[in-house]
């Protein structure tokens, strides 16, 4: 079955350094992947989406990816944290043939002022 | 266009009673999923929706839960004889089919607590 594995259940960074939350996925043609944010008692936002156009994917708020085929890896980076960034994070894909989104079980990112 | 609504936000009942959620798409939306999400673990797919279709069913919607989306608009999930283990988030989230290449918008969630 095709789901995506998320590194580290919790992440804390100080504000101003890097984010680096891990994703990879299992599947042996590239699906479609995403990271959501959700914030406390908020609904799921999109922040990016990697759909085979280019490897290096910009979202909102600062935030982007990085496919890597070699390595099935969806990792999440920001050069520098704010404290508004702290929520759960969530990678996600829709393989091939399937309509619905598979979660990872989500990083809980914590900026220490 | 305010997004995918979720009513209510909150709910709690006990033990046996039945709930029914309400969802509103987004107006153009054609296809809605309604997903679990669980304290500390991701949300997990239940059903989705095309128009007024119902086209796939988790393993994890028991005989106990009920979807419909009758007018191929808004959908409603009921929970008959709810037990405590259904207590969780409820995400809705629409999509329009061969648009945006799958990305699909949540609404804020009702979250269930069965006492």
């Known amino acids: 079955a095709q789901s995506v594995t998320q590194l580290g259940s919790h992440v804390s960074v100080s504000e101003g350094a890097l984010v680096l939350l891990r994703c990879n996925y299992s599947s042996s043609v590239p699906p479609y992947l995403f990271w959501y944010v959700q914030y406390p008692n908020q609904g799921l936002q999109l922040l990016l989406k990697y759909t085979s156009a280019a490897t290096l994917v910009k979202g909102i708020n600062g935030f982007e990816a990085e496919f890597k085929k070699s390595e099935t890896s969806f990792h999440l980076t920001k050069p520098s944290a704010h404290m508004s960034d702290a929520a759960e994070y969530f990678c996600a894909v829709i393989p091939t043939g399937a309509n619905n989104l598979f979660f990872g079980t989500g990083t809980r990112l914590t900026v220490i002022p | 266009d305010t997004g995918v609504s979720q009513d209510p936000r909150h709910k709690i009942t006990k033990r046996g009673q039945n709930v029914t959620f309400r969802c509103d798409p987004i107006s153009e939306h054609n296809r809605l999923y309604w997903y679990r999400q669980t304290l500390g673990q991701g949300p997990e797919f239940l059903t989705y929706?095309?128009?007024?279709?119902?086209?796939?069913k988790s393993r994890l919607l028991s005989d106990r839960f009920s979807a419909e989306r009758p007018k191929g608009s808004f959908s409603t999930l009921e929970i008959q004889r709810t037990e405590q283990g259904d207590s969780a988030m409820y995400l809705c989230?629409?999509?329009?089919?061969?648009?945006?290449?799958?990305?699909?918008?949540f609404g804020p969630g009702t979250r269930l607590t069965v006492t």
């Open positions: 989230a629409s999509s329009l089919e061969g648009l945006e290449l799958g990305q699909q918008y």
């Open positions: 929706f095309q128009n007024e279709a119902q086209l796939e």
